[in-house]
């Protein structure tokens, strides 16, 4: 069975930069698109990004990560990564990978098979 788990999470400044991971076990990461997701405190779960690692490569971005965020894939480290720069106090919230079997990924919730637990991001000056 496919295991996510997400790290890099941590407590920035408003403008600094952060890079989250997310780790697979079970399965390789190669069979699966991966998506970012975010929860901040009393909001709804909401996509970030994600990439279609078991495809073409292709990326998709929410409005709230253009231009900040970029995500990317390695397939031989089983690894996705989030690189978000210029982070903003908005941007708090704990953070989930999540993998889909469906080839090309989107930022609906319900086309992904497997969750990470979070890894909490906190942006506070």
């Known amino acids: 069975q496919l295991q996510l788990v997400e790290s890099g999470g941590d407590l920035v400044q408003p403008g600094k930069s952060l890079r989250l991971s997310c780790v697979a076990s079970?399965?390789?990461?190669?069979?699966?698109?991966i998506g970012w997701f975010r929860q901040a405190p009393g909001k709804e779960r909401e996509a970030v990004a994600c990439?279609?690692?078991?495809?073409?490569?292709?990326?998709h971005y929410e409005d709230i990560a253009h231009g900040r965020f970029t995500i990317a894939g390695d397939n031989a480290k089983n690894t996705v990564s989030l690189q978000m720069n210029n982070l903003k106090s908005e941007d708090t919230a704990v953070y989930y990978c999540?993998?889909?079997?469906?080839?090309?990924?989107?930022?609906?919730?319900?086309?992904?098979?497997?969750w990470g637990q979070g890894t909490q991001v906190t942006v506070s000056s």
């Open positions: 999540a993998a889909t079997r469906d080839l090309y990924c989107s930022g609906v919730e319900g086309q992904y098979d497997y």
């Open positions: 079970g399965l390789a990461l190669g069979s699966y698109g």
């Open positions: 990439i279609s690692t078991n495809s073409d490569g292709s990326q």
